[in-house]
T-cell receptor, first 117, second 114 residues
Framework: AQKVTQAQTEISVVEKEDVTLDCVYETRDTTYYLFWYKQPPSGELVFLIRRNSFDEQNEISGRYSWNFQKSTSSFNFTITASQVVDSAVYFCALRRTNSGGYQKVTFGTGTKLQVIP | DAGVTQSPTHLIKTRGQQVTLRCSPISGHKSVSWYQQVLGQGPQFIFQYYEKEERGRGNFPDRFSARQFPNYSSELNVNALLLGDSALYLC?????????????FGPGTRLTVT
């Protein structure tokens, strides 16, 4: 069975502060994909990043960075110099790479981020 | 190119009624997946269809059914609606199944059951 845990339910930060969203996952698979999605109030899930379980190289993209540690089953997401437009619910998700030919994605319960001006 | 589209945007139904939600994938995408997102929770996988065949089903009752048409659009049907079916229903499309194929989500249909 797969499980994704986002222990932080809600986070509030003041604009320009850095914020890290935590994600811990459980899977028996040796190969899998990890994702972060952003869901603004409009409801549409916006894809942010995908990581293959073989690729532990951490990445920085603009104000976003990701820290994938397979040893601790964590895939954390950091926003540097947060902005009001970053306010949204962020979901961490896990997908098996080959599960009988279909893409069942297991999502965490989400972390609501509020950036206060 | 247009993204994933879903209709209707909002829907209000009464307990016991039936509802049909529609999804059009991104052009060229042959796979459509459906998710249910209850308020305050993450999306839960319902179905995936690829080339008009069901490829995966989540832990949902038989009241939920879906199909995919030759043009790869899809419909999700829910019969005998319960209050607990109130949720945002998300559709996602991808080029294929499994592997590295990315899923792109639509804006969702918000269903309210009264």
């Amino acid at each position: 069975a797969q499980k994704v845990t986002q222990a932080q339910t809600e986070i509030s930060v003041v604009e320009k502060e850095d914020v890290t969203l935590d994600c811990v996952y459980e899977t028996r698979d040796t190969t899998y994909y990890l994702f972060w999605y952003k869901q603004p109030p409009s409801g549409e899930l916006v894809f942010l990043i995908r990581r293959n379980s073989f690729d532990e190289q951490n990445e920085i993209s603009g104000r976003y960075s990701w820290n994938f540690q397979k040893s601790t089953s964590s895939f954390n997401f950091t926003i540097t110099a947060s902005q009001v437009v970053d306010s949204a619910v962020y979901f961490c998700a896990l997908r098996r790479t080959n599960s009988g030919g279909y893409q069942k994605v297991t999502f965490g319960t989400g972390t609501k981020l509020q950036v206060i001006p | 190119d247009a993204g994933v589209t879903q209709s209707p945007t909002h829907l209000i139904k009464t307990r016991g009624q039936q509802v049909t939600l529609r999804c059009s994938p991104i052009s060229g995408h042959k796979s459509v997946s459906w998710y249910q997102q209850v308020l305050g929770q993450g999306p839960q996988f319902i179905f995936q269809y690829y080339e008009k065949e069901e490829r995966g089903r989540g832990n949902f009752p038989d009241r939920f059914s879906a199909r995919q048409f030759p043009n790869y659009s899809s419909e999700l049907n829910v019969n005998a609606l319960l209050l607990g079916d109130s949720a945002l229903y998300l559709c996602a499309s991808s080029l294929g199944t499994g592997g590295p194929y990315e899923q792109y989500f639509g804006p969702g249909t918000r269903l309210t059951v009264t």
